[in-house]
């Protein structure tokens, strides 16, 4: 009879946590159900978030799918691996549980790899641009679970992001139809197109020098470059501008392109040490960088000098695009054959810029009394650090004053020099730099182009065999079927395949052909050009790419150039010379459907220029 008595008890309290149980699920918020979908993701900027308390969801339609069920905002935050703000709003925001708390329980987060879905992530950043007037990264942008954005901002510190999850989900809470109108009539002004198409061809001649004009407007006169705030290479216009010159001399133009190239490689954009660019500098005369260091940046770069370089007898130009190519290929090499996207901005103790930066002690211990005061002239890392955490060498006193000032011969200080800077190189290896090595289709393309146009520029065998090896390796991984891929994990694709990987990819192939036909490249070659027109073409215009989840992300007639060169514009020029007789209508129609913005803004449609003034 006790045993029955126990059993009974027994069942009875069984029965009870049950009910609690179910009850506890009833009640439970739908975010509970939500988990955070990034942890051993093959990005490692995704990765990275993996054990963030907020519930990020990779991006896709189950993203958009959970949102419409929920009927909640989606927060897209859109960044990269070597973003600096990005990862101090990580460590600020997304790793603080009140905050999680407030995304997790009132809005559907994704976490978006920029590089992995370029377009999205360009349409976000055009977005922001045109309604609030300026944009960066991290990119944070609120949906409505239709897709249409709502508002959005860069970096936030923690109680500012706090206060606009509280107000924005009052917002739709109370006055929720309202905003879902707002948002769409935003959304539709924003993208309001007027007819294209239409303007006449100007002369050769006057586009020419409109672009010319309105380089040199925007042009910096005392410290090179465009504008007076943020210094960006903007290598699409130097590029676009080096093409358009011809052989006559123009001695505005020469000057503005050669002050701009001399700051850029005696300033605080380039590491002087190892090589390599960083992606911008925070002040307008090239001091302090911003320091990730990009693919597309060195490839991009490169190219700069070396053109320049020819263009204007410049030794010193040509010796930096060797520095730069010798850089990407000593520091960046991938596991699978190709080239890796980035280095971060910050080292393994979470330091901006540390791995480049230099106490005055430091240089003391490390060389010596006499050697460090040759480095410190040299370098310019003299006076009060400018940095809290030191020095970034740049350019100071030549090889000549220090000669003299040492009574030694200037063979001898450079040889020294070279020296001193091996041990600075080997005292740098020993602080962690951590690297993204995502091996992009469109960013290896870049280089594949430049490390061929080298080869052939410089009479330097090793730049072309490194091409061949790199354009291998992608052809390997990437090329599938007849189909592209932007990258790879394992097995699968990774990230979303645009226009920019097929074009920048087929003109690096073109230029390596220029080197030594191989039929084999021809071939692929003109595959990557067809299925770009065929994929990304149509009446309306170019599409970034062909997988649009949310409204918004239509065809434009002419897409400008942004940090690496218009897609669409490279498409076309590397037409005009492939000679593909099939291809001739659409080209012609692409090039009257671009002349409208590209004859009005020439120097935001750089890579464009030439197009139009090799069809006339």
Known sequence: MQSQMTLIADLRSALVLLRVFLLSLLLAPAWADMQNQLKGHPSPYLAMH?????????????????????????????????????HVMQRESYRNPQVAALLNEHFIPVKLDRELHPALDAYLIDYLE??????????????????????????????????????????????????????????????????????????????????????????DVMEGGFGDQNKFPMAPQLLGLLAIR??????????????????????GLRDHLAGGFFRYTVDPSWQVPHFEKMLYTQAQLARVFLLAGVRYGREDYLEIARETLDFMLREMPGEQGALIASFSAIDGKGEEGGPYLWHPQ???????????????????????????????????????ELAAASQQSPEYVWSDLQELRQKLLEARRQRALPADHKELAAWNGLAVGTLAMAAKLLNQPAYGAAAHKIAKALHSRLWQDGEL??????????????????AYLAEGLHLLLQLQHDDAIAVWRDQLIGTAWDKF????????????????????????????????????????????????????????????????????????????????
Request: hydrophobic share 40%.
């Open 50 to 86: 993996g054990d963030d308390p907020v519930a990020w969801q990779d991006w896709g339609e189950a993203a958009l799918e959970l949102a419409r069920e929920q009927d909640k905002l989606l927060f897209i935050s859109s960044g990269y691996f070597s973003c600096h703000w990005c």
């Open 362 to 400: 430091d240089l003391d211990t490390l060389l010596g009394a006499e050697d460090a005061a040759l480095v410190r002239r040299y370098w310019a890392m003299v006076g009060p650090p400018p940095l809290e955490s030191g020095y970034l060498p740049r350019r100071g006193a030549s090889i000549e």
């Open 537 to 616: 073409f149509s009446e309306q215009g170019w599409q970034a790419t062909q997988q649009y989840l949310i409204p918004g992300m239509g065809a434009k007639m002419a897409d400008g150039d942004g940090a690496l060169r218009s897609p669409s514009a490279v498409l076309m020029a590397l037409t005009q010379v492939a000679g593909n007789a099939g291809l001739k209508k659409r080209l012609e129609t692409a090039i009257s459907m671009s002349r409208d913005n590209v004859q009005a803004e020439p120097f935001w449609h750089a890579s464009y220029v030439p197009v139009l003034i090799s069809a006339e």
């Open 485 to 502: 891929w932007r990258a790879r994990a394992g097995d699968a694709p990774v990230g979303v395949t645009g226009l920019g990987d097929y």
């Open 246 to 267: 011809g052989d006559l001399p123009y001695p505005p133009l020469d000057s503005l392109l050669q002050l701009t190239l001399d700051q850029m490689m005696q300033q």
């Open 130 to 219: 045109r309604t609030q007037g300026t944009a960066g990264w991290p990119l944070n942008i609120f949906l409505t679970p239709e897709g249409y954005p709502l508002i959005g901002a860069t970096y936030l510190p923690v109680d500012q992001f706090s206060t606009l999850l509280q107000r924005l989900n009052k917002t739709w809470n109370d006055k929720r139809g309202k905003t879902r109108n707002l948002a769409r009539r935003a959304l539709l002004q924003v993208i309001a197109k007027k007819v294209h198409g239409q303007a006449k061809a100007l002369p050769p001649g006057e586009l020419r020098l409109r672009f010319v004009s309105q380089a040199l407007s925007f042009g």
